[in-house]
């Protein structure tokens, strides 16, 4: 008999809230090494949707709203508590010894508890998909069944590398076993391990002290827990999950990679119904962390990460990455690279735009084709519309600063400020050498080189005067095609070009 999957409980009151109002704690195992993902960073710190794996699990264990909550960590010690920490700020830090297993993890964790009395979750910390809706269903279950223990497991289309869930003829629980220690029978069950688990703590730690290490990998895995207990006559449940991407684990890039277009989908949907327009949901970016008001439009290939904020009807994108960014209603930002950096109401951004970090432009602004901005702040309706870099600068209100303009910020040793007024209208090609001065209502002529403050009202200019030397082409490049030309045009002798 196949088992019920898992449904939501209901959203309050009645048979949910009956069922498990026992005290909670949750324990999130962080220890492994994470081999196969043959990297020099923890497994559980690898990001999806811009969160460390473990975040994800710490942000779903959290809405639970646990009594307790601890975090088994070894491998990296202290990068992984750091990240726990971060997510989860009241979490107990709990440092697994030389004995090796997931089963060793739980019993330090339960020792760290210091006689707590109620249900334990454990989850393992590479499960970025599993969500609170689905363990307080498992915590339902374990509750109206009366089980000791109970184990959320997953028909998966590919269970490699997942422990296999043993049934009996009727469909009852039976063991875990490992695929390592599987048989080729068992290894054909496609029912898995979720890494999920929730034991009551009566005699819990009397059976940790009890498992043993005789294994292939010569560990003390915690699925053997859950067969000990089911020896001593108490009741242990696995309940398979809705959706086996609730339980997918991650074990290598190729899975990270699976588990990140999985979370994107998810994340691109939730804010298409929520009002926002994905063209291309494909070729779309989103991490967990972005704010996307209503009526904002995401054109493809645009990559929106970390606290980047984009309010109603703005229009991001195409080919655009904006990170830690804010931009403001109505604006536009087209084919643009921004990090730290706000963009205003209404404001015009690009294409071929350089955002650095300390960039604020003001609402209707414009940053245009092939600006680079650091450390600027562009005044509202003010304008770098091409071909310019401004640095640590302040430009004020309806400025226009002429095209190849360059804010000259670096002595070789210091940065140094440029400050422009408002309603100032710049020459093309100009330098500002810092620290300068731009007055209000200043012109400066095409081609300048400020290197003094420019008072209010006045106009900079430092060309010197254009001298025209006549018939240089004909004296000293006779017989050339620009020669005859020439001639042609002033009547002079033509001679044969060379």
Same mark, same amino acid.
């Given at each position: 008999?196949?088992?019920?999957?898992?449904?939501?409980?209901?959203?309050?009151?009645?048979?949910?809230?009956?069922?498990?109002?026992?005290?909670?704690?949750?324990?999130?195992?962080?220890?492994?090494?994470?081999?196969?993902?043959?990297?020099?960073?923890?497994?559980?710190?690898?990001?999806?949707?811009?969160?460390?794996?473990?975040?994800?699990?710490?942000?779903?264990?959290?809405?639970?709203?646990?009594?307790?909550?601890?975090?088994?960590?070894?491998?990296?010690?202290?990068?992984?508590?750091?990240?726990?920490?971060?997510?989860?700020? *009241?979490?107990?830090?709990? @440092?697994?010894?030389? !004995?090796?297993? /997931?089963?060793? =993890?739980?019993?330090? %964790? #339960?020792? &760290?508890?210091?006689?707590?009395?109620?249900?334990?979750?454990?989850?393992?910390?590479?499960?970025?998909?599993?969500?609170?809706?689905?363990?307080?269903?498992?915590?339902?279950?374990?509750?109206?069944?009366?089980?000791?223990?109970?184990?959320?497991?997953?028909?998966?289309?590919?269970?490699?590398?997942?422990?296999?869930?043993?049934?009996?003829?009727?469909?009852?629980?039976?063991?875990?076993?490992?695929?390592?220690?599987?048989?080729?029978?068992?290894?054909?069950?496609?029912?898995?391990?979720?890494?999920?688990?929730?034991?009551?703590?009566?005699?819990?730690?009397?059976?940790?002290?009890?498992?043993?290490?005789?294994?292939?990998?010569? *560990?003390?895995?915690?699925? @053997?827990?859950?067969? !000990?207990?089911? /020896?001593?006559? =108490?009741?242990?449940? %696995? #309940?398979? &999950?809705?959706?086996?991407?609730?339980?997918?684990?991650?074990?290598?890039?190729?899975?990270?990679?699976?588990?990140?277009?999985?979370?994107?989908?998810?994340?691109?949907?939730?804010?298409?119904?929520?009002?926002?327009?994905?063209?291309?949901?494909?070729?779309?970016?989103?991490?967990?962390?972005?704010?996307?008001?209503?009526?904002?439009?995401?054109?493809?290939?645009?990559?929106?990460?970390?606290?980047?904020?984009?309010?109603?009807?703005?229009?991001?994108?195409?080919?655009?990455?904006?990170?830690?960014?804010?931009?403001?209603?109505?604006?536009?930002?087209?084919?643009?690279?921004?990090?730290?950096?706000?963009?205003?109401?209404?404001?015009?951004?690009?294409?071929?735009?350089?955002?650095?970090?300390?960039?604020?432009?003001? =609402?209707?602004?414009?940053?245009?084709?092939?600006?680079?901005?650091?450390?600027?702040?562009?005044?509202?309706?003010?304008?770098?519309?091409?071909?310019?870099?401004?640095?640590?600068?302040?430009?004020?209100?309806?400025?226009?600063?002429?095209?190849?303009?360059?804010?000259?910020?670096?002595?070789?040793?210091?940065?140094?400020?440029?400050?422009?007024?408002?309603?100032?209208?710049?020459?093309?090609?100009?330098?500002?050498?810092?620290?300068?001065?731009?007055?209000?209502?200043?012109?400066?002529?095409?081609?300048?080189?400020?290197?003094?403050?420019?008072?209010?009202?006045?106009?900079?200019?430092?060309?010197?005067?254009?001298?025209?030397?006549?018939?240089?082409?004909?004296?000293?490049?006779?017989?050339?095609?620009?020669?005859?030309?020439?001639?042609?045009?002033?009547? =002079?002798?033509?001679?044969?070009?060379?």
């Amino acid at each position: 008999m196949t088992p019920s999957p898992l449904s939501s409980p209901e959203p309050s009151g009645g048979s949910a809230s009956e069922g498990a109002d026992r005290p909670l704690a949750v324990v999130v195992l962080a220890a492994g090494q994470g081999t196969r993902m043959r990297s020099s960073r923890p497994k559980v710190l690898h990001e999806i949707a811009g969160l460390p794996m473990l975040a994800h699990v710490l942000l779903a264990s959290r809405a639970l709203q646990p009594a307790r909550l601890a975090v088994v960590v070894r491998h990296e010690r202290d990068a992984v508590a750091s990240a726990a920490l971060e997510t989860a700020p *009241e979490a107990l830090i709990v @440092d697994q010894d030389e !004995v090796p297993g /997931t089963g060793r =993890a739980l019993e330090v %964790a #339960v020792q &760290a508890l210091d006689g707590f009395d109620g249900d334990v979750l454990v989850v393992n910390g590479d499960l970025p998909h599993v969500d609170a809706d689905t363990m307080r269903a498992l915590r339902l279950e374990h509750a109206l069944r009366g089980s000791a223990a109970t184990v959320l497991s997953a028909f998966f289309a590919d269970p490699s590398g997942a422990g296999r869930i043993v049934r009996d003829p009727d469909g009852a629980f039976l063991r875990i076993v490992e695929e390592k220690d599987a048989s080729p029978e068992e290894r054909a069950i496609p029912e898995g391990n979720g890494g999920v688990y929730l034991f009551r703590t009566d005699g819990l730690a009397e059976r940790l002290a009890g498992l043993g290490t005789a294994n292939a990998q010569g *560990e003390q895995y915690l699925t @053997d827990l859950v067969a !000990v207990t089911r /020896t001593v006559g =108490a009741t242990v449940l %696995a #309940v398979p &999950a809705a959706d086996e991407s609730v339980v997918a684990g991650v074990n290598d890039r190729v899975q990270l990679a699976a588990a990140a277009r999985r979370m994107n989908d998810a994340i691109v949907r939730r804010h298409q119904l929520a009002g926002v327009t994905v063209i291309d949901p494909l070729t779309t970016w989103i991490d967990a962390t972005v704010t996307i008001g209503e009526d904002a439009e995401i054109r493809p290939n645009t990559q929106l990460l970390r606290a980047t904020a984009i309010e109603g009807g703005a229009v991001v994108g195409p080919d655009t990455t904006l990170v830690d960014c804010e931009v403001g209603a109505g604006a536009r930002v087209n084919r643009t690279d921004g990090t730290l950096a706000v963009v205003g109401a209404g404001a015009d951004v690009g294409p071929f735009a350089y955002l650095r970090p300390g960039t604020r432009l003001g =609402a209707k602004g414009k940053i245009g084709t092939f600006v680079e901005t650091k450390n600027a702040v562009i005044g509202d309706g003010s304008k770098v519309p091409h071909l310019s870099y401004i640095g640590d600068t302040e430009v004020g209100e309806r400025s226009n600063i002429g095209a190849n303009t360059i804010t000259a910020n670096y002595d070789g040793v210091h940065k140094h400020r440029t400050t422009v007024g408002s309603a100032v209208r710049t020459g093309s090609h100009n330098v500002f050498v810092a620290p300068v001065t731009i007055g209000d209502g200043v012109y400066t002529g095409a081609g300048t080189v400020v290197r003094k403050d420019v008072p209010a009202g006045a106009l900079a200019v430092n060309v010197a005067p254009q001298r025209n030397i006549e018939g240089w082409v004909a004296s000293h490049r006779p017989g050339t095609d620009a020669a005859t030309t020439a001639a042609r045009a002033t009547g =002079a002798p033509e001679e044969t070009p060379k």
